[in-house]
Every structure is written in C-alpha cells, then in structure tokens.
C-alpha cells in the first residue's frame, strides 16, 4: 500500500514525468547526433581516403620521377656505352654491375632491362639475352619466360607508361622513360612488393580496394578487394568509387570506398563510450611507440653514424645538415684541387720551351688520359741524369723504351736532364719490376744515371712522387746508377728525405691540434725552403695547392661557414694555379696567413661558452667512459677543435681537469663515508680500483687508505 501510494503521489508524476521528457530528449539527441555524426564521419572518412590516395599517388609518381632521373644517368655512363662496341665478356660484366647499381637506388625498380638494338643483346642485373625476331623472351621471370613485344620497346608511344606483360603464371609491370632513337633503351622492372606495400597504405575500413590502371582503365596492379566499373565519385553496389589521375606518368589510382561500417563505427561509439576512450589511449600508446621506432630511432642511429654523436637530446636535423653541408664542402674542395692539379701540369707542361715540338703534341692527350681514365693507374715519376751527351734525340729514344701499356709524360727535359711521370694499368701480378724493366733497359741503351720514385694511384700525388724521385737523385753515384725512392737508407746522416712534404705533415698535424702559433711558422718555414731548393714550377705550384687545400679543409671540418672563407680560399687557389710564384709568393702567403687567421678566429667564436662545458663536464665526470669524444660530440664539434677550446677555456688539458674533478670527490667521500675504496673508485669513475689506487697516490703522495685514516685523526685535513 505504501508503494501504490508513492506512485500516486504527485511526486512521482514529476518524476515519471521529467523521466519522459530526459528519455523523449536524450532519444531525440540520439537519433539527431546519430545522424548528424554519421554524415561526418561519411565526409571526414572519405577526405582522409582521398588524401590517402594523393599520397599514395604522390609516392608512386616521385619513385617514377627518380626512375627516370636514373635514367638520365643511365644513358650517359661511360662503361654502358663501351660495351655497345665490345664484344668482351668483362664488359659486359661492367654493364651488369652497372645496372646493379641503378637499381638499387630507387625502391620502386627490381630489375633493369637494357636493350642494344645493334647488338641485338639484352641486358638485365643477373643475366644477358640475345633479341630475336621481333620479341624478347626474359625465361628468368617464370617457367615459361615472359614475352616483351618488339612494339612496346621500339615504339615511342609506350614511353612514360606503364605497360603490364604477363604469361599466365607471371607477370611484369614494365616502366620506360627513355627513348629508342640512340639504339638503345632501358626499361625498368616495377617492384611489385613495393607497388603492394605502398597501395596497402590506403586500404582500411573506408577502403576496401585499391588500383592502378592505364588511361583506357585497363587493371595494371591491385590491392585489396576488386573494384567494379566506374567513375569517380560514382556509387555503386559496393561502395563508392574514388578517382585520381597522376601528373606522371599517365596512370590512375582507383579505390573502392566503403560505407556500410560507418553504421557500426558510430553506434559503437554511443554505446562503448569509455571502453573505446580507454582502447584509444591503449592504442595511441602502441602507435606511439612503433611510431618512434619507425621515424625517431632510424634517424637517431644514421645521425649517430654520419655525425659521431651519441647526445640523444641534440637536434638530429641540424647536425645531419651540417655534416652534410661540411661534406659537400670538402668534396667541393677534392674537386677544386685536382681540377688545379690539372691546369699546374697541362701549364707547366706545354708551356716549357725546353721540350720538343712533338713531345708537346702529345702530352696534352696523355695528361688528359691519366686524369680522366676509368682503369686504376699506377704512377712514378723517373728522373734521368745524363753522363754524356747521348746520340740523337734522348728523350724519344727513352719513350721508345716503354710499351704501349705505359703513359709516359715528359715534364722537363734539357741537355742534361730528363724527367718522366709514367702511367700504367694496376695488375695483380706486377709490382715495382713492371717500371724497372724498361729502366733497366735505358740505363744499358744510354749513358745515364736513373732515380725514381715510389708509386701512387692517386694524380693527387704527383707533386709528392716528383719530390721523392729528387731524393732518390742525391744518391746516386757511378757505382749506384740507378736507386728507388724505397731504396733509400733510412739512417742516412745529415739528409732528411722529402723536406717540403716533411713541413707539410708537420702542418697538417699542428692544425689538427689546433696550434696556431705553430701552424703560421710551419707555413712561413715552407715557403723558405721552396725559396731554397729551387724547385721547378710544377712542383712549387702543386705542393702550394696542396697547402691551400689542407687549411680549407681544416676550416671546413671546424663548422666554419663556407662563405667567410670562400673567397680568400678561392684567391689562393687561384693565385697556386696560375701565377709565377716568384712574382706571388707574397701575396699567396697573405693569402695562407689570412686563411689561417679565419680558422683560428672563428674557431673560437665557435658558441660553446665556459659555462656550458664545465656543466656538462661537472655532471658526466662520474662515469667511467667519459672522455673527450664524448663532450665533443655533446656540443657537435671535432675533437681536435673540443681539445684547443678546452685548453683556451680553462687553461689546462680536458684530461687534467677531469682527474682534478674525481680526486676531490674521492678525498670528501674517503673523509666522511665508511664506502670501500672500491666503491669510491667507482663512484669517481674507475672501474679498476688499482688504477684509482696508483692515480691516487701519485697525487697524493699515499695511497687512499692512509689518506682516510689521516683525514680522521686530523679535521683540518678534510676538504671543505
């Protein structure tokens, strides 16, 4: 009676009745935000498809693009087209190799299918066919080979197309950009892992399938469930089709967008509310996570192995765009000094009235061959000391002397001298006696005394060679008319081999330690000695770009901007190159101080403040692999550079401070704790208690166990 009284009562009409307004309000709020939410959804899903499969487009597209600059490159390679008039079989084994490397540098190609309509040959990265008829068979993709029509590859109208070959069990999506008016005509090999891989990132809920077909809508390559008919925007029975041309090359990307789940996805939303909040914060935690192992952790590792720093809280993009700017710079500068090498020797050369009219013709073909050649050249540079006047022209009477396997250069040759850089193909089975034969030969043949260098690959080191072959000549003697630079006594008295190249070494080790006070005497040092020893130009000139070369590097490698040091860089080479050094040497050595004053002045405007270093040294000092790489690249600059800021900043060496740091750590922890000498050496950073023993006592004067139990008995020994 009491509960049929309660609903009677007018409370409960208010209450039943609110109870139908809020569930007459909370259906209709229902079915309206249902609605409403469902049309969003639609819109906001099928925005995403479609920004998707620009993506996806976008990709495809670029891959293609990089094909084709490919094969750009492709089409210019010296081996590659070498091979079109060989018939050896090492060439085409070069052409191979070479399409090796092409394919491997864009994702989107697994193969390289090179024709040579002359040859009738084909090419691909494992295997050569020959063409016949009017058709290619490739047997490598499938049992029964797959046929490429004549039409496709000798047609201009398949360029920048895809075009799709098949053989019921294979099947191949083939790529052209090039032409067949050469002769010749590379086609590239779709990957189509790849292809599925990059199609698979627009398939989901909203997408069901995905397709590339060509402009008449013949089905290339799919993903996914098959797409019916249609254009874009156009429903149909399963779903609605989404269309987007690509603007290279003329392809299509089709995809078949879902609706049905749309239902299901917004009611789950109402009715798993918070278990979808929390499967959300769930998943986001794992996206999360492999996302930065996917983006994060491959970026922090190549900037680890490109830049050398392990500082895990550096700006990984600016480092990396530094070390490669820096490494542009130096590549800039490599280029730079052999181009000058090129123009010292092709100067110094031909410009010699001393050498015959027809030496001179042909030095200028033979200068250009060892600079530009394919084929790993061994070099030396052979001085020869005439005893007597030899009958008829000597000098083409020692070029005779060398077979048609050398490249012999004549740079200087007078009454009573002749000096030779010679040039031959590096083989296994020859070593020094491949240019001492035909010395040999000379020395029987004419009345002379011959000194020659050691060998090098690199044109780089002509100067070099041309300055050990000089020292080989100052031991020649009528009982020893012919010595190698190697042969010489290494205990020697009162000679010192290679003196300019000595000063330059030395020069090179001063500006890796960042002395400065050293670098401008080492340099003043080796223009006395060039003044000295009487060099003959082409000698001068080469060490001097050398010299250029190395400082600019040094700047380079200190993060200096390239354009505070461009231009005086530039003038110097400049200067080294072209100029008489008698009437320059003045000015080339401004030019050598002023880079140095570049270097050494901004290397100490570097930004690295006092402060920073003795912070960071201060709360890393503990740890046992502490070093002076690791504050380096802390900070992302070069050791040597780290060292000389160090030794500026505090006046002592990195080393030094830090034990200074650990030893009066150790002295207040063996004052006021009772920890093991063991566990103190540990805590200041050394792993083995004897060496922090023996460190200990030698700054010291007792070991750590005395120091403890002095420190004990007398406070005032305690550090404060």
Same mark, same amino acid.
């Given at each position: ?74 089409? +210019? ?56 008829? +009017? ?87 799919? +993903? ?55 499967? /959300? ?17 491959? /970026? ?21 765009? +530094? ?245 005086? /860089? ?90 200074? /740091? ?59």
């Amino acid at each position: 009676m009491k509960w049929k009284g309660f609903f009677q009562s007018t409370l409960a009409k208010y209450v039943f009745s609110y109870a139908a307004i809020l569930a007459t309000v909370v259906t209709g709020l229902y079915f309206i935000i249902n609605t409403q939410l469902k049309q969003e959804y639609l819109k906001l899903y099928r925005n995403e498809s479609r920004n998707q499969i620009s993506y996806v487009a976008d990709r495809i597209s670029k891959g293609l693009l990089e094909i084709e600059k490919a094969d750009m490159l492709l089409a +210019s390679d010296v081996n590659i087209i070498d091979a079109r008039y060989s018939s050896a079989d090492y060439s085409h084994y070069l052409v191979i190799n070479e399409l090796k490397k092409y394919c491997s540098r864009n994702i989107l190609s697994s193969d390289i299918i090179y024709l040579d309509r002359k040859s009738s040959t084909a090419y691909t990265t494992s295997c050569q066919y020959g063409i016949s008829g +009017s058709s290619l068979d490739l047997t490598m993709y499938g049992t029964k080979g797959i046929v490429i029509p004549g039409s496709y590859y000798d047609s201009d109208a398949s360029l920048n197309k895809i075009f799709k070959v098949t053989n019921g069990s294979s099947t191949l999506l083939l790529f052209s950009p090039g032409d067949s008016s050469s002769g010749s005509r590379a086609i590239y090999v779709l990957d189509q892992n790849e292809l599925r891989s990059i199609l698979d990132a627009c398939l989901s809920k909203g997408v069901s399938g995905v397709e590339l077909t060509d402009p008449s809508g013949r089905a290339l390559f799919s +993903s996914g469930s098959a797409l019916p008919p249609g254009a874009d925007g156009e429903p149909s029975s399963s779903g609605e089709i989404i269309t987007l041309d690509l603007p290279y090359p003329a392809i299509r990307v089709r995809a078949l967008f879902q609706k049905d789940f749309i239902e299901a996805a917004t009611n789950a939303v109402f009715v798993n509310t918070y278990l979808m909040v929390g499967l /959300l914060v769930a998943a986001g935690v794992v996206i999360i996570f492999f996302s930065m192992k996917m983006t994060y952790s491959p /970026l922090h590792e190549l900037k680890k192995h490109i830049t050398n720093s392990r500082d895990r809280f550096s700006n990984d993009i600016t480092l990396l765009d +530094s070390t490669y700017h820096a490494s542009e710079e130096l590549n800039m500068l490599l280029q730079k000094r052999l181009n000058n090498y090129r123009t010292v020797i092709r100067e110094s050369i031909l410009g010699s009235e001393a050498l015959p009219e027809n030496v001179r013709n042909t030095a200028s073909d033979s200068i250009d061959k060892l600079f530009a050649s394919g084929d790993k050249l061994t070099m030396a540079v052979v001085k020869i000391l005439f005893t007597a006047p030899p009958e008829g022209n000597g000098v083409e009477r020692i070029r005779s002397r060398f077979s048609a396997a050398f490249t012999c250069i004549v740079l200087k040759a007078d009454g009573g001298e002749a000096s030779l850089l010679i040039a031959w193909k590096d083989r296994k089975d020859e070593d020094a006696a491949a240019l001492k034969r035909p010395l040999e030969s000379i020395l029987r043949e004419l009345p002379c005394m011959i000194a020659f260098s050691n060998r090098s690959a690199s044109p780089l080191d002509i100067a070099r060679l041309y300055s050990n072959a000089t020292a080989a000549e100052n031991f020649l003697n009528p009982g020893r008319r012919i010595l190698g630079y190697d042969d010489i006594p290494e205990n020697t008295e009162n000679y010192e081999k290679n003196y300019s190249y000595q000063l330059f070494d030395q020069l090179a080790d001063t500006l890796e330690k960042m002395d400065s006070e050293s670098s401008f005497r080492l340099v003043r040092e080796l223009f006395d000695s060039i003044d000295m020893r009487k060099d003959p130009e082409m000698f001068i000139r080469c060490i001097l770009i050398d010299t250029a070369t190395l400082i600019g590097t040094c700047i380079s490698r200190s993060s200096i901007k390239y354009e505070k040091y461009s231009g005086v /860089l530039a003038h110097a080479l400049d200067l080294c190159r072209k100029s008489n050094y008698v009437q320059t040497k003045g000015e080339i050595l401004e030019s050598f101080n002023a880079m140095l004053e570049i270097l050494f002045t901004e290397s100490s405007d570097a930004g690295v403040s006092c402060a920073q270093i003795e912070a960071f040294v201060k709360e890393n000092f503990r740890q046992p692999d502490f070093s002076i790489t690791a504050l380096a690249d802390h900070f992302g600059v070069s050791i040597a550079y780290m060292s000389f800021l160090f030794k500026k900043k505090f006046s002592v060496n990195f080393s030094s401070y830090v034990w200074r /740091l650990r030893y009066e750590k150790s002295r207040l922890l063996l004052a006021t704790t009772n920890y093991s000498i063991e566990k103190i050496g540990a805590l200041v950073g050394y792993d083995n208690a004897s060496s922090f023993r023996r460190k200990f006592k030698d700054e010291c004067g007792v070991s750590p166990s005395q120091y403890r139990k002095k420190a004990r008995e007398t406070p005032d020994m305690q550090p404060g």
